[in-house]
């Protein structure tokens, strides 16, 4: 299987921050990766597909970028409620597989 | 918009068979894939598997020995079966919707907790 490793762990920002969030592949996924954000009790919600590309209804403030085995997602400018834990997600190979994930906090 | 709705019992025994329906409105399941997803208390996700409208599967193969996916076009309903569940198995399971241009998973129920104890 491969494995996503999210760093870092957990990212301690102030609002109006820039936050980049990064995830390794163990093997190439060409651009089949995907993002999501995940609030306290609520399901994971999609924010970026095909490593860059927004989903519908995302500000532009979220970006993705990357290409085979490293990617990041960038906040450009931290609002409150982007406060929340972040999960990458491989598509290149089956079983698809998700990143431990990065908790975004307000420090 | 299509909603996604898991539901099933709370609570399974050690060694029995968790069984989970979800329930999809504000559009028809046929002609797209239906994916399976669970995340353990700590966090952790997991992807178990997906169906297509018409049937056809693929599981994780980590699960693939438990795990029985099926769907009921006619009630718009996607259903899994997950058999001889341990405490492992306790977790969030989501169903949710892949994305006809990408494969990824775009909607998701709400999620619905299963607890695995005697």
């Known amino acids: 299987d491969i494995v996503l490793t999210q760093s870092p762990a957990t990212l301690s920002m102030s609002p109006g921050e820039r936050a980049t969030l990064s995830c390794r592949a163990s093997h190439s996924v060409s651009v089949s990766l995907s993002w999501y954000q995940q609030r306290p009790g609520q399901a994971p919600r999609l924010l970026v597909y095909?490593?860059?590309k927004r989903a519908t209804g995302i500000p532009p403030r979220f970006s993705g970028s990357g290409s085979g085995t490293d990617f990041t997602l960038t906040i450009s400018s931290l609002e409150t409620e982007d406060f929340a834990v972040y999960y990458c997600?491989?598509?290149?190979?089956?079983?698809?597989?998700f990143g431990g994930g990065t908790t975004v906090e307000i420090k | 918009q299509v909603q996604l709705q898991e539901s099933g019992p709370g609570l399974v025994k050690p060694s029995e068979t968790l069984s989970l329906t979800c329930t999809v409105s504000?559009?028809?399941?046929?002609?797209?894939?239906w994916s399976w997803i669970r995340q353990t208390p700590g966090g952790r996700l997991e992807w178990i598997g997906f169906i297509m409208y018409s049937g056809r599967t693929r599981y994780n193969p980590s699960l693939e020995s438990r795990v029985t996916m099926s769907v009921d076009t006619s009630k718009n309903q996607v259903f899994l079966q997950l058999t001889s569940v341990t405490a492992a198995d306790t977790a969030f399971y989501y169903c949710?919707?892949?994305?006809?241009?990408?494969?990824?998973?775009?909607?998701w129920g709400r999620g619905t907790l299963v607890i695995v104890a005697s």
């Open positions: 095909e490593a860059s």
């Open positions: 949710a919707r892949l994305a006809p241009y990408g494969g990824h998973p775009d909607e």
């Open positions: 504000g559009g028809p399941i046929t002609g797209l894939f």
């Open positions: 997600l491989q598509r290149g190979s089956w079983p698809a597989t």
